[in-house]
Structures are given as C-alpha cells and as structure tokens.
C-alpha cells in the first residue's frame, strides 16, 4: 500500500485505541506512525502533521506535560512555516498546542496560545464558525481559572451574542454560557448579581431542559449551596426537595463537588456569609 494509506491507516488506529480507552497505545503507534512517514514524505505532508499532533495530544493525555509542550512547540513552528496546510488542521493543532499549559495551571501561558490563535482565526473566519466560537470559550476558560473574570465574561457574552443569531435561547450551549456568565460574575465578587442570574437560570434550565437534566442540577446544587451557608433554611430545604424528586438518572447522590470547590476557589468561609 502507498505510504498516505498506511499513515490513515494509522490515524485510524489511533481512534480504536482511543475508543477502548488504551492512551499509551494511541501516543505510540501515532509516535511510529509519524517518524515512518517523516522517513518517506515531505517533513510538512499534512498526515505526517496531523500524526505528530496526534502524539503530542496522547502524551498531554497521560500527564507527560514537559514532553508534550516541547513535541508541540517544534510542531507548531513547523505549521506556521506551512503556508499551504489547510487552515483547518494549523487551527486544530494551535488549539491543542494549549493543552500542556492547562494541564498544568499555567494558566497565562495557555491563554496567550488561545488569544494568538483567536486573533488570526477572527481574521480569517466566518464569526460564526463554531472552531471560533470554541477557540473563544477556551481562551474564556483559562482566564476564569487565572482569575481574570471581566475579560472572561466579556467573552462568553460575545459567544452568547453570536449563538443566538442561529439558536434559541432554549439552547443547551446558551444555557451554559450563562451558567459560566454567573459563575465568573460571582467568584468576580458581585456575589448577589451572580446568584440572581443563577436563579433566573435555574428556572429557565427547568423549563427547556427539564428538571432530570444535569445542567438544572449543577445550577441547584449551586443555590443550595449558598443558601445553606447563609443560612437561609427555607430557600434550602425548597432546593433541596426539588433536587431529591429530580435529579439526573446517573447520580447515586446529589453531587455537591462543583459548588463545594468553587467556594473553596472563592477563599469565603461561612463567616462571610452571614
């Protein structure tokens, strides 16, 4: 078989082992893959890319994240000096080029690949092509965690804007932006702003969702959350029963963890709540 065979050959190897879940197994043969390839091809045939992607993205996948952000920096010269790769696979690359930095905390690094990355594609892109819209909402992401919360709801609400001219407000992923809208409101200290937009949502993800739907939930373990540690016992205890009757099928218990580490990222104590 011809080289270009056998590396998509390889690429779809590398989706099987993804599939069963075998990570080390998919960093490999995309590993082998790629130096094969290198050995035949031009250094920036578009599979040999694609394939040395694929190893660096398992290897942040499995916590190797000095390897994979090395194998990525090489990666990413090789493709801006590509000036005939379809800008699809450059886009794809530069997203997951971030990967090592938001593995690790390294939040500022992370953000300054999806702000450049952001930049050219706004350049180069329809505004409503969904990479763009995905390339924003990580580099709202990043910021949020390095606690830059203004700039990550400026961005979210960008994205909001653009959805709505092709969805309904009913929209799951619309929805969701106004959940991190709340969040990053309220971890930016207008705490009663953000738990006023958290109650509006919640009933709104009642409506269009349902109250069996895991967003719904998320949104009301929040609210209850707050409610309990401010004491406010009637607020909780309606939440609560809500959350007893109508919870998502797959959670044994009420999952608290999202609501209990945001606080905690807050560094609040129940002090400050009453």
């Not at 992370?110 to 409503?128: F, G, S």
């Not at 969904?130 to 979210?156: C, F, G, H, P």
């Not at 619309?174 to 919640?202: C, F, H, P, Y």
Request: glycine fraction near 4%.
């Amino acid at each position: 078989a011809s080289m270009e065979l056998r590396l998509e050959a390889a690429k779809l190897c590398v989706d099987w082992h993804a599939s069963l879940g075998a990570y080390e197994q998919c960093r490999k043969v995309a590993a082998d893959a790629a130096r094969l390839g290198a050995s035949r091809l031009e250094r920036d045939h578009p599979l040999i890319l694609m394939l040395r992607n694929s190893e660096a993205y398992w290897l942040a996948v499995l916590g190797n994240a000095d390897m994979a952000a090395r194998k990525f920096s090489a990666l990413v010269c090789d493709v801006k000096n590509c000036p005939n790769l379809d800008p699809q696979i450059a886009f794809a690359i530069r997203n997951n080029s971030a990967m090592p930095w938001k593995n690790t905390g390294k939040w500022a690094r992370a953000a300054r690949v999806y702000r450049e990355l952001l930049a050219d594609m706004e350049h180069q892109c329809d505004e409503e092509d969904m990479t763009v819209l995905t390339v924003r909402d990580n580099l709202a992401e990043v910021l949020s965690a390095d606690r830059q919360y203004e700039e990550a709801i400026r961005l979210y609400e960008t994205n909001m804007d653009i959805l709505l001219r092709f969805v309904d407000h009913g929209d799951w992923r619309v929805l969701r932006l106004r959940s991190e809208i709340a969040r990053n409101t309220w971890m930016g200290g207008d705490r009663a702003v953000g738990e006023q937009l958290w109650t509006v949502l919640a009933e709104d993800c009642r409506r269009y969702l349902g109250d069996r739907d895991e967003l719904t939930a998320r949104i009301r373990t929040i609210l209850l959350t707050l409610a309990t540690l401010r004491g406010d016992e009637d607020t909780a205890m309606s939440i609560a029963r809500k959350l007893k009757d109508d919870h998502p099928d797959d959670w044994a218990d009420v999952d608290m963890s999202e609501a209990i580490a945001m606080i905690a990222e807050s560094g609040l104590t129940e002090k400050d709540f009453q």
